[in-house]
């Protein structure tokens, strides 16, 4: 682990074997942190940020600068570290390295605008003064299907709004996580600001974290059953959270749109990073008309994805995750079969080593089948035909989440009256890819709290003083 600049063994001796999902071998061991290992680096964030906090914003925004160059000269190293321990394609390794380091160069640039007020008070009796100090020390809470990109989205502004930071990474992906905390050092970052701690026991880690009297802020990307323990324990201490939540996106297609851009976007939106994204595509609400032709086009499209070791030329998916993935996946695929679902295209898992299910494509799914309810998380899926605008979004909208939604028409102006009425954070109109840093990425409902990236990121990161005076 990394606290204080040093790296140290966990205060009880264990270790975190990291295995690459492609095989199931162990390919490193990392230091396992104990609850005290990360209160211990909680404290040494709170001294360290004492003075950061002081620093001009020009000289933060200059190391930040530094961190998106260091990134992007190490993207091989990096891309590599992310197939190794997360299993996804080297192109989408490189693709998340590039996303991950623009989070720096984004932020560099928000840092020297983060913005006050002054005014008068309506009864004209004082001068009220607005303005955005950091919170102070922040935990984070990373999840591993982005080893890089969903720590520097938080980790960026926090550094930016002259906070510290620990890190609990996933006890999958640490090896990203460390490597990236190392690199920002090398470009001068003060020691103790960035501490990495992984650990096998998160719930313990987790309380001693929150319990520490310095921190102030938890942010958090992982699932809503998790996010709502970690706001449980929050609000003990009234903590300022951020959490990115889970997903379901609807994915909608209507008769006049056209047929191989929807297909195009729906395969980045289903695919991208192996389908392990919480912004993927769920659930394919596809009208009448069209929904033949795009269930087969979409199958067809599927068929030609080439799993295996991402670090393989021409790999398109890598495996899932570990082999509770692997089941959960075909859990729902069985469910959605018995309820009637016709496999358009049927993959499956495969036999080990290694956690890969093979791409497929179901039709003929009913709303109410449980796969249109789950956040599936791998390569599949569910087409739902519709017949009737109300209705089909009233089924978009019948889920407790609300990040992602996507539509496809070419009258943009259904495209938009129709995004308006889905509830969630972030819709793709016409586009399957839509994460940008320059965006504000988050969901509504129980897809989370606040947002990242975008002007509205570093604010999650500040507090907000007012000061009221004469003069
Ligand atoms: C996520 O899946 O958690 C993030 C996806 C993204 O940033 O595009």
């Known amino acids: 682990m990394l606290i204080g600049g040093q790296r140290r063994n966990g205060s009880n001796g264990d270790h975190i074997e990291v295995r690459d999902p492609a095989t199931g071998a162990v390919i490193e061991s990392v230091a396992a942190g104990t609850p005290s290992d990360a209160s211990a680096a909680v404290d040494v964030a709170a001294r360290a940020q004492g003075e950061?906090?002081?620093?001009?914003?020009?000289?933060?925004?200059?190391?930040?600068?530094?961190?998106?160059?260091?990134?992007?000269?190490?993207?091989?190293?990096?891309?590599?570290?992310?197939?190794?321990?997360?299993?996804?394609?080297?192109?989408?390794?490189?693709?998340?390295?590039?996303?991950?380091?623009?989070?720096?160069r984004w932020n560099a640039e928000e840092t020297v605008r983060i913005r006050g007020e002054i005014g008068v008070s309506p009864s004209g009796d004082k001068r009220m003064i607005v303005h955005h100090p950091p919170v102070g020390v922040v935990v984070m809470v990373t999840p591993w299907n982005f080893p890089a990109a969903m720590i520097t989205r938080k980790l960026a502004p926090a550094l930016g709004a002259g906070n510290a930071v620990v890190i609990k990474p996933p006890a999958e992906t640490p090896l990203t996580a460390l490597r990236v905390a190392e690199l920002l050092?090398?470009?001068?970052?003060?020691?103790?600001?960035?501490?990495?701690?992984?650990?096998t026991t998160s719930g313990a880690w987790f309380d001693a974290a929150v319990d520490n009297i310095h921190t102030r802020m938890v942010s958090f990307t992982g699932s809503t059953e998790v996010g709502r323990i970690l706001l449980r324990r929050c609000a003990d201490r009234v903590l300022k959270t951020v959490m990115e939540l889970g997903g379901n996106a609807p994915f909608v297609v209507f008769d006049d749109a056209d047929l191989d851009a929807a297909v195009d976007g729906a395969m980045v939106a289903k695919m991208r990073h192996s389908a392990e994204t919480c912004?993927?595509?769920?659930?394919?609400?596809?009208?009448?008309?069209?929904?033949?032709?795009?269930?087969?086009?979409?199958?067809?499209?599927?068929?030609?994805?080439?799993?295996?070791?991402?670090l393989e030329e021409g790999v398109t998916c890598?495996?899932?995750?570990?082999?509770?993935?692997?089941?959960?996946?075909?859990?729902?695929?069985?469910?959605?079969?018995?309820?009637?679902?016709?496999?358009?295209?049927?993959?499956?898992p495969v036999d080990g080593p290694g956690y890969f299910y093979r791409p497929t494509v179901l039709g003929g799914v009913d709303h109410s089948s449980p796969i249109a309810h789950a956040e599936i998380f791998g390569p599949v899926a569910p087409v739902i035909t519709f017949t009737d605008t109300d209705t089909m979004i009233e089924q978009a909208n019948d889920t407790e989440m609300g990040l992602t939604g996507y539509v496809y028409t070419a009258d943009l102006a259904r495209g938009l009256k129709v995004s308006e009425r889905i509830h969630a954070g972030m819709i793709g109109l016409n586009r399957g890819a839509i994460s940008d840093p320059a965006a504000p990425f988050g969901g509504m409902k129980e897809s989370g709290?606040?947002?990242?990236?975008?002007?509205?990121?570093?604010?999650?990161?500040?507090?907000?003083?007012?000061?009221?005076?004469?003069w």
Request: proline content about 5%; hydrophobic content about 40%.
């Open 318 to 348: 890598g495996p899932l995750i570990n082999a509770q993935a692997v089941t959960d996946v075909d859990g729902l695929v069985n469910q959605a079969l018995e309820a009637g679902a016709t496999p358009v295209l049927a993959g499956g």
């Open 449 to 470: 709290l606040g947002r990242e990236g975008s002007t509205h990121g570093i604010y999650e990161f500040c507090e907000t003083q007012y000061i009221a005076t004469n």
């Open 185 to 199: 050092e090398g470009v001068g970052l003060p020691p103790g600001l960035v501490n990495v701690v992984p650990t």
């Open 279 to 310: 912004t993927a595509a769920n659930r394919f609400y596809v009208e009448a008309g069209i929904a033949d032709d795009f269930t087969q086009a979409l199958a067809v499209a599927m068929g030609e994805i080439r799993i295996g070791n991402g």
């Open 52 to 104: 950061w906090a002081h620093t001009a914003p020009r000289e933060r925004s200059e190391l930040l600068r530094a961190g998106w160059q260091t990134m992007v000269d190490h993207t091989d190293e990096l891309a590599e570290l992310i197939v190794r321990e997360n299993g996804k394609p080297l192109a989408d390794a490189r693709g998340e390295v590039a996303y991950a380091a623009e989070f720096f």
